[in-house]
């Protein structure tokens, strides 16, 4: 598990924005809350896979707690799963072709192409018919054009957002930072996100902290769930 660190003083700078509130979210509606569980895959969770992050398998029994007490408390799961089409080496060749060698595009095209075994759920997620996936392309979910989460979020109504998943640094602090951006209520799970590296967790929930979300682990974010106004 990750070493988590957020430093005192942005902590208390976060603290002080609020009015002295340890959170800007104190309660939820069930109802109007979804958990998007992020890129949980095997491509990037099992052994030797193409963007392995070890660290996401140990934050599975705790994805799953939260998952479990969402259901519970009648808000929805959404398990949000990175694809790689072949039109995304054309449309993305910044990233495809430009941070990475040629042959890392053509790799994960491949193991995470619809259908794959590189982007099948990790077996270990609880998943369950009331759950719903849902497809993206790029590292935010929000990116137009490249996923239809937010059409599934404003078709319930959805104000108040969950985190968790994997890259804390990359899919999930995107997707958490566009999220407020549209007005989200954004929780980031702090111990039920992973990456590659300590330095890359921590950089990540220090950034968010301040700003962009209430930064908590996963037992506040349980009570606040268990006492949830509907």
Known sequence: MHDIQIAPEIAARALAARGGRPTIVEAIDAARTAHLIIDMQNGFMGPGAIVEIATAREIVPTINRISRAVREAGGLNIFVQFVVERSSLQNWNV???GVFVPEFAEAMAEAFAPGSHGHALYPDLEVTEQDIRVDKARFGAFTPGTSTLKD???????????????ATNVCCETTAREAMQHNYRVLFISDATAAVTDVEHNAA??????????????????????????
């Open 95 to 97: 990233f495809y072709n």
């Open 205 to 230: 929930l220090n950034s968010l902290t301040s700003i962009f979300a209430d930064v908590i682990p996963s037992e506040t974010a349980l009570q606040i769930i268990s006492h949830r106004t509907t």
């Open 152 to 166: 599934e979020l404003d078709a319930r109504g959805i104000d108040t957002l969950i985190v968790t998943g994997t």
